[in-house]
């Protein structure tokens, strides 16, 4: 084991004094636009079916106590899709939904992690758009995409009215 770590420690020395360097990439992706593939996924489809038939079944057992805490779970993750696409909200459940798929598209963009852009990574490190990748990866549709990219568009060339635009969004639903 000794003999494996110094051949590794004398290949990093060689490898740093002839300026070859192994840069880490971090692949990152647009916050607001994984917001609307995830909640217009056919993965998250899936889950208000099960709710909406699980309510149903409450309703025909009589279970009035499952039918109002379905509903209002129901009410609950529209107000934090708002809160997200706003960006007042943390994304973890996306994360934590999407983290198998995160695997897939690490190495098929040949970076370390993904993480959102400007989630303040170091600015020597590398970083690679993977955006695309995890829409695929959520079968976004192109109205989904066409959605993402204008409202990327629209951050880029008018900062301002975004940023009021979001603010205006967190009260709506």
Not at 86 to 100: R, S
Request: net charge positive; glycine share 6%.
């Amino acid at each position: 084991m000794k003999r494996i770590l110094r051949m590794g420690l004398v290949a990093a020395v060689v490898a740093a004094q002839c300026g070859v360097a192994q840069a880490v990439k971090v692949g990152t992706f647009d916050r607001t636009s994984i917001v609307l593939a995830f909640y217009g996924s056919p993965m998250w489809s899936a889950k208000l079916k099960d709710a909406r038939a699980e309510r149903e079944k409450a309703r025909a057992a009589g279970d009035q106590k499952k039918v109002d805490q379905l509903s209002k779970w129901g009410q609950d993750q529209q107000k934090l899709a708002h809160r997200q696409l706003a960006g007042d909200a943390t994304i973890d459940n996306i994360m934590e939904t999407m983290k198998p798929m995160f695997a897939a598209v690490e190495a098929q963009a040949h970076v370390t992690t993904i993480v959102p852009e400007g989630s303040g990574s170091d600015k020597t490190v590398a970083t690679v758009d993977v955006t695309g990748q995890l829409m695929d990866q959520l079968q976004a549709s192109a109205k989904t995409r066409q959605n993402a990219e204008q409202l990327r568009s629209f951050k880029k060339t008018h900062p301002m009215k975004y940023r009021l635009t979001m603010f205006m969004f967190r009260f709506a639903g």
